[in-house]
């Protein structure tokens, strides 16, 4: 791969089929933090003796500190598995000052890359700390066993770019932006977007190629937002419809599977290239549509009619096109016409 410049919280990376091989044997004393799926798939193949293999069902901070207290004297987390297997590693390494290896085994979820861990405080996910993987390790063979939709839901994150950043001008020529506007954050996070969208069917089919455009997508993302230190080229009202969702409903989705139906709604209210983003949908086969999710008609409508409000209740969320419009009955109408229910 070529080398991505700048802050992508990658310190040193291993790409290819078989790269888990032997990196048990290379990172001194170390532990597993991982679930006992994608434990099986790498106890043959990673080398070396654990310390320990800790097996973890919950990012709840309160639960973390326990097994915190019992962590044996070692220098390297490995963090094996999704993205709660990973933000428990991460959250060890943070606390203890250990190194860092992550192994993803779905690319559902960016925390493999990201640099804070997203936990459980009191029921809330809050996201704390700094850590980098040392080395990340894209493992194509191990990722493949994973359910090809949740591979696939890795783009939610990455063409949420197109409604995103569509928000983030919105609010700057409104005069509402949150922070100080970048022509060239934007840029190259539209330069993103465009790599992925060539990269569609390579994806739909989780070819080696695809897997490694959504690593690469994640990588160069953090080397936009990290300087900025937000991420409002990636996030607005396709997260912001979640939020909302997600309140209401009191459950929890496929992070990616539910931003594409954010994607898909928001760029209609933004009148934002709807044919373009559709088609790069579609031709992914991202389940975006709310039967994929479970998600009625009726409760889709109410989300649509309340989240206006939603949004105005929340201090902390962005200004987007959600303020700017007025949401109507013959809109909702219109434009869940053509999803799945
Ligand atoms: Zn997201």
Not at 112 to 121: D, K, L, M
Not at 205 to 217: H, K, P, R, S
Request: charged share 25%.
């Amino acid at each position: 791969m070529k080398e991505i410049s700048g802050q992508t919280n990658v310190l040193s990376m291993r790409f290819g089929s078989g790269s888990t091989k032997g990196i048990g044997k290379e990172i001194g004393k170390f532990v597993i933090v991982t679930m006992e799926i994608p434990w099986n798939l790498t106890k043959t193949v990673i080398g070396g003796t654990p310390e320990q293999v800790l097996f973890v069902d919950s990012v709840d901070q309160v639960f973390l500190d326990q097994k915190l207290l019992c962590l044996p004297e070692c220098d390297t987390i490995v963090g094996i598995g999704g993205g709660l297997a990973v933000d428990a590693a991460k959250y060890f390494c943070w606390k203890r000052n250990l190194r860092l290896v992550t192994i993803p085994t779905v690319l559902s979820v960016n925390a493999f890359v990201t640099p804070a861990t997203g936990i459980r405080i009191n029921h809330e996910v809050k996201y704390i700390g700094v850590t980098s993987p040392n080395p990340l390790i894209i493992d194509y063979d191990i990722l493949r066993t994973a359910p090809r939709g949740l591979n696939i839901a890795g783009i939610g994150d990455l063409l949420s770019i197109h409604t995103a950043s569509f928000d983030w001008e919105y609010a700057e020529s409104k005069g509402k932006s949150e922070y100080a506007f970048s022509d060239l954050a934007i840029k190259e996070a539209k330069s993103i977007l465009i790599d992925i969208c060539s990269m569609a069917s390579e994806i739909r089919d989780v070819t080696n190629e695809g897997l490694l455009a959504i690593v690469e997508g994640y990588m160069k993302l953090n080397a936009i937002c990290i300087p900025l230190d937000h991420f409002r080229v990636e996030e607005g009202s396709e997260h912001f419809l979640f939020y909302e969702l997600e309140e209401r409903l009191k459950r929890s989705f496929i992070h990616g599977h539910i931003i594409g139906l954010g994607i898909y709604l928001m760029s209609r209210l933004q009148d934002n290239q709807v044919e373009n983003i559709t088609e790069i949908l579609n031709k992914t086969k991202l389940d975006y549509h709310p039967r994929d999710m479970g998600i009625e008609r009726q409760d889709l409508v109410r989300s649509l009619k309340n989240l206006k409000s939603f949004v105005q209740n929340k201090p902390q969320l962005w200004f987007t096109i959600i303020d700017g419009s007025e949401i109507s009955d013959e809109w909702i109408d219109y434009v869940l016409a053509d999803l799945r229910f």
